[in-house]
């Protein structure tokens, strides 16, 4: 676990935006180096590692994106104007002509109105690393990416829209209205469900696909991009 984060110290006294991301960056980096991951971000990632990433997003937010919204209080929820990702992802896929088959999901968003607001910082920070993976993508696959509605879902506000995220996360806890250490602990609750989902995509991907014998696998994760990108800064 992290500097920052100490569980069993009040979280109330620390900016909470800044003792999630130190909470789950551990949990990030281990998603980042799932193989599903390190194809996209690999300099030879290709239309089908896209659409697989997407393929795999889409069966996460239709998982966890509404539950975590109907649990969050209706007041926060309408300070922090999220607006739910999966449409842009359908989107995405049907540009690609692809319909999305929804996989079974038996995975629980955590419950409680504190730890869905942790869900969703997880759900909406992806969209904060998105911008980046975009950029490459666009360099990698050039008009083939198409519009990237997800991955680039705020567009060049992007960094004004986490920011304005960020700064109502923190104002929660000192005006009583979440306890923080919920907050914490459904964003890391949270990143573990997607671990595990985008894991199991991967494994799925892996058994339906015939790898001929001896064929390697073309080189993955060649650098992961959030270690090539400055760190966001804290204040
Ligand atoms: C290949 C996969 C991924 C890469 C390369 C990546 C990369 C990044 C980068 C570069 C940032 C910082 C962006 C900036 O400062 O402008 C970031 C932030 C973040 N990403 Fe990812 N990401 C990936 C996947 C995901 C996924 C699947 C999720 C969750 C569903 C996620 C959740 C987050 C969160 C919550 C933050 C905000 C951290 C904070 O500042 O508090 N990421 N990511």
Not at 68 to 79: F, K, P, V
Not at 107 to 119: E, K, M, R
Request: net charge negative; aromatic share 4%.
């Amino acid at each position: 676990m992290h500097g920052i984060y100490d569980p069993t110290r009040s979280t109330t006294s620390a900016r909470l935006a800044l003792v999630l991301r130190h909470a789950t960056a551990e949990t990030h980096q281990a998603v980042e180096r799932l193989p599903l991951m390190a194809r996209l971000t690999s300099p030879s990632v290709t239309r089908e590692d896209y659409l697989d990433y997407l393929h795999a997003l889409a069966d996460v937010y239709a998982a966890l994106e509404d539950s975590l919204l109907d649990a969050l209080d209706e007041e926060i929820r309408n300070d922090l104007g999220i607006r739910p990702k999966l449409p842009a992802i359908l989107d995405d896929l049907a540009e690609q002509g692809q319909a999305h088959m929804p996989r079974a999901s038996a995975q629980l968003a955590p419950s409680g109105s504190g730890a869905a607001l942790g869900g969703l910082y997880v759900l909406e920070g992806a969209t904060l690393g998105g911008r980046v993976i975009a950029k490459h993508l666009r360099r990698c696959l050039g008009p083939a990416l198409g519009s990237a509605a997800f991955l680039d879902f705020h567009g060049e506000h992007s960094s004004a829209a986490w920011k304005r995220f960020a700064s109502i996360l923190d104002s929660l806890p000192a005006h009583g209205r979440m306890d923080p250490a919920e907050v914490v602990s459904g964003a890391c609750e949270t990143f573990a469900l997607v671990h595990r989902l985008l894991e199991g995509a991967a494994t799925e991907r892996a058994c339906a696909q015939t790898v001929p014998e001896g064929a390697g696998r073309r080189d993955s994760g060649v650098g992961h991009l959030a270690n090539t990108v400055p760190p966001i800064p804290e204040d």
